[in-house]
Structure formats: C-alpha cells, structure tokens
C-alpha cells in the first residue's frame, strides 16, 4: 500500500502516477485506505480540514504522485436565470447550511448543485429554478473561511454562545438572534 501523505501543487500529467477518484463524501476525510483508478491500493494521511479538490495531488514519500478526482454521483442541479435570482437561491439554499456548487452557463444562465433533497428542492423550484436530478461530479464551494487557510468549521467553540439548535430539518425561515461577528 502506498501512502499519501502530502499535498502538492499540480504538477504535469506525465509526473502523475495514478489517479484516485471519490466521492464528496470521501474527499472530506483526511484517514482513508482506498484503491486507485487502475487498482493500486493507498491510505491517505493528510492533515484534516482541507476537502479534497477536483485536480488536487498528493504525494507518497516515495515520490508517487495521484491526482484526485471528484467521482460522478446522485446530485440535483438547480438552473435559475443569473444576476439576482441566483444570488437569492444561492442566499435561501445557502441559509440551510448545505453544501453548494455554483456555476453559470452563459450570461444569462445559472446554476446550483446540492445532493438530493426535497426540501432543498421545493425551496428551489418555489424560486423559479428549472430542476435536474443526475448523476455528475459534487465539488461545492469551498467556503471564504477555508479559501483564506481559515477552517471555520461548525464547532462554534470561539466564544459566545448559540440561542439555536443545529438541527436543520426546520422548513421555515430562521434568524440567529445572537450577536456574533460573523456569518453563517
């Protein structure tokens, strides 16, 4: 088994040994045993925090070199005209704390993938957004938090307290009534 224990800039295609594709699920994870695209068995041994990207490599302290790939899975992406009713779909879904990919297809034209959820998708559809359920790589937004090397995280462990339950299965609108600086 190799082990991957280090993240690396991108680098050429012919310095790749092999790729490994997963899930969203699995590219969170820093402890993983898994097996490449052309059937090499790996553990990962990374730092936690950092979700592995679409492109990401890794490296052994043999020098192997895999590139991580984002594995087709069920997902549901949202279409909605751009400009603002794609920021308030992104902004309601968002509200939720999901998990989100954004993208447009032309000018005209957004996009947003969630994995599957019919609440998140009546919310969606109540919002004009034209919906399609299939099977295509999950690779949301990585958050402002982590993109300045900052993981935010969800234990809230940094001085003041939550009036709220994180149990979000509500279906209505919710406000955080307390007085923190930053946004969830």
Same mark, same amino acid.
Request: charged share 20%.
């Given at each position: ?141 990585? *958050? ?5 090397? $900052?993981? !935010?995280? +969800? /234990? #809230? =462990? %940094? @001085?003041?307290? &939550? *009036? ?5 299965? $509500?279906? !209505?609108? +919710? /406000? #955080? =009534? %307390? @007085?923190?600086? &930053?946004?969830?």
């Amino acid at each position: 088994m190799i082990e991957l224990t280090q993240r690396i800039a991108p680098v050429e295609p012919a310095e790749i040994f092999d790729s490994l594709t997963l899930p969203f699920e699995l590219r969170i994870r820093g402890r993983l045993r898994a097996t490449t695209d052309n059937g090499t068995d790996v553990g990962l041994f990374l730092d936690r925090g950092p979700v592995l990207r679409d492109g990401d490599c890794l490296q052994s302290a043999g020098g192997e070199v895999v590139r991580i790939r984002a594995a087709d899975e069920p997902v549901v992406t949202a279409q909605i005209p751009a400009g603002l009713p794609l920021a308030r779909l992104c902004y309601h879904l968002g509200n939720r704390h999901v998990q989100l990919a954004i993208g447009t297809i032309d000018e005209q034209t957004g996009w947003v993938r969630f994995p599957p959820d019919h609440v998140l998708e009546e919310l969606a559809e109540r919002l004009g957004a034209t919906l399609k359920h299939h099977q295509a790589p999950f690779d949301p937004e990585p *958050g402002a938090y982590s993109q300045a090397g $900052h993981s !935010h995280g +969800h /234990s #809230h =462990g %940094h @001085g003041h307290s &939550h *009036g709220h339950s994180h149990d979000h299965d $509500h279906d !209505h609108p +919710h /406000s #955080h =009534g %307390h @007085g923190s600086d &930053h946004v969830h």
